[in-house]
């Protein structure tokens, strides 16, 4: 390699300088230093990590660019990715603007400016991580590992249009790229149009919380370390083409843009605000006709600030939120099934030990939220669970509803009900739900059931009220059965006679993965699966220490 003239070049990986001045062509796959062929006459890479000085070079084709390239007198440069901008300054393309990224927030980046299908729902993947381990005693040990989730949005597109089979050739470009991605359900749209440099655009109610800011990025300059101002970008997408804006303060019911509009827009033109994202799942796609598609595609974005937890009004139940019940159009499901763990497994012991059952009910429900007050209340309730990390109280569905057949005050310790199935759903401790005629309700925790006639399910000793219960074999005037529901805590106001009353189920979510399939912008459906945790049995409380 010591020859002054070589004829040809080729390496695979050329790590070190090649010093053939008057080399006539050479091919690397990867060139990580400076190549000092100042004669070459072409220079084929697949990877150039730092400058090619090679003044005379006639014809310079690169996969990868990742430093700028001064071969001033170059006549053509062929450039896959370009990463860095160049020195070429003798060379008049635009296509180095689209190919080039800058390692500055201003940097150029990729829109996904297609329009989300409404005819399938937008959904809204929260993704946390919890480790949970179950005691030998039943009970559950809880870890959180993740505060903030991971979000990830799938977009359905395909509108019958020929510019949707552009979606294909955009992900092929910028796949595990990152890119500007809108948020459909935040969208607004212009109530009056707007000319060309206007600086302001008046549009329908938004919410301020959907136009977050742009994650800030630490820049060096020569000064030193300079923090860039809060950010937001939005996406204007009219009838004839699309832009996208800068805003530099969102009000209720207008935007203002850092620079002036570039085109006339119309009324009725959307606004979405954008969120760094990353599409990182392959798009798979059903093609009608030749240049019509429909699919969906799937990226992974910024997470948005944490929700306002001041908007929760869940009532609480020792130390637990109860939540509402789901939605019972879709026939809600109930998964129970029991689990025995074997403790001793030594083949010399003929006795095998075994653990109490624990019971493992799953309740299936999905629950809706319509209104923006609504929606925010929900993202912050699942905010709070975190996945399977935290628990609540939730109305079974799977026990009777009980009637109080007598007025009771709030220093009783117990409830004269009247219903059905007292010995198959009441025997065993849990929450209730109390509601009163008028629609007042309150919580309590229940014990045991005692049945007026025919015996007790279980007997427990009753400290206050037991001289008040009914005599035995006392019935209520219409035959149903009769019964006592103990309590273990106290009432909050006296419950008059004709109120219901509803069994909770002491859960937590079964998955960390929430999914919120956005229907329109103001309503939104949530499927969840719940786990019944067992009763206290011990120290089953978990510690968590945010991060």
């Known amino acids: 390699m010591t020859d002054r003239v070589l004829p040809e070049v080729v390496a695979e990986v050329g790590g070190q300088p090649t010093p053939g001045v008057s080399v006539v062509e050479q091919r690397a796959e990867t060139i990580s230093r400076a190549a000092f062929g100042a004669l070459a006459a072409t220079a084929l890479a697949e990877t150039s990590a730092q400058p090619l000085p090679a003044a005379h070079l006639s014809t310079l084709w690169a996969e990868t660019l990742a430093e700028h390239a001064p071969p001033l007198h170059a006549p053509a440069l062929w450039v896959e990715v370009l990463r860095r901008d160049t020195a070429a300054a003798a060379m008049v393309t635009e296509a180095m603007d689209a190919f080039g990224e800058t390692p500055w927030p201003e940097a150029q980046r990729g829109v996904f400016a297609f329009r989300h299908d409404w ?6 993947r929260l993704q946390w ?7 030998a005693s039943g009970n559950e040990a809880r870890q959180g590992r993740r505060r903030v989730p991971r979000r990830f949005l799938t977009y359905h597109v395909g509108h019958g249009r020929a510019s949707d089979a552009l979606v294909a050739e955009w992900l092929a470009d910028h796949l595990g790229r990152l890119a500007w991605w809108p948020l459909p359900q935040h969208v607004a749209r212009l109530t009056s149009a707007a000319d060309t440099g206007a600086r302001a655009l008046a549009v329908t109610p938004v919410d301020e919380a959907g136009f977050a800011p742009a994650a800030a990025k630490l820049r060096l300059e020569e000064d030193g370390l300079h923090w860039p101002a809060d950010r937001r970008f939005a996406l204007l997408m009219a009838p004839d ?9 969102v009000e209720p019911d207008r935007l203002w843009l850092t620079e002036p509009l570039a085109r006339a827009v119309p009324a009725g033109a959307t606004v979405a605000p954008l969120v760094e994202g990353v599409a990182l799942e392959p798009a798979e796609f059903a093609q009608w006709v030749p240049g019509i598609i429909a699919g969906s595609v799937t990226a992974q974005v910024a997470f948005e600030p944490l929700p306002d937890e001041g908007l929760l009004d869940d009532p609480w139940l020792d130390g637990l939120p109860v939540w509402p019940d ?11 099934q029991g689990v025995v763990t074997r403790q001793d497994l030594s083949p010399a012991d003929p006795w095998v030990r075994r653990d109490d059952p624990w019971p493992t009910t799953t309740f299936q429900r999905r629950f809706l939220a319509a209104g923006r007050e609504d929606i925010a209340r929900w993202r912050a309730r699942l905010y709070r669970a975190q996945g399977r990390l935290g628990a609540c109280w939730l109305p079974d569905g799977l026990a009777s509803v009980l009637r109080v057949a007598a007025p009771a005050s709030a220093d009783d310790g117990f409830l004269r009900v009247e219903g059905d199935g007292l010995a198959a759903f009441w025997h065993r401790p849990a929450g209730a739900l109390i509601v009163h005629p008028d629609g007042q309700r309150q919580h309590v925790l229940t014990a045991t059931c005692h049945q007026d006639g025919g015996g007790a399910i279980q007997a427990p000793t009753l400290a206050a009220g037991a001289a008040a219960l009914p005599p035995e074999g006392a019935q209520h005037a219409l035959g149903r059965p009769c019964g006592v529901l103990v309590l273990r805590s106290g009432l909050e106001a006296p419950v008059p006679a004709g109120s219901r009353v509803l069994r909770l189920a002491r859960c937590r979510l079964d998955h960390d993965a929430v999914e919120l399939h956005w229907h329109t912008p103001e309503l939104v459906e949530m499927p969840l699966t719940l786990r019944r945790l067992p009763e206290p049995r011990g120290n089953d409380h978990f510690n968590y220490t945010p991060s």
């Open 241 to 249: 083409g699309w832009q996208a804006l800068a805003l530099t303060e």
């Open 326 to 336: 789901g939605n019972w159009r879709d026939d809600p499901s109930v998964t129970a």
């Open 119 to 124: 005819t399938e729902p937008l959904v809204e």
């Open 129 to 135: 991580a919890t480790g949970v381990a179950r005691l």
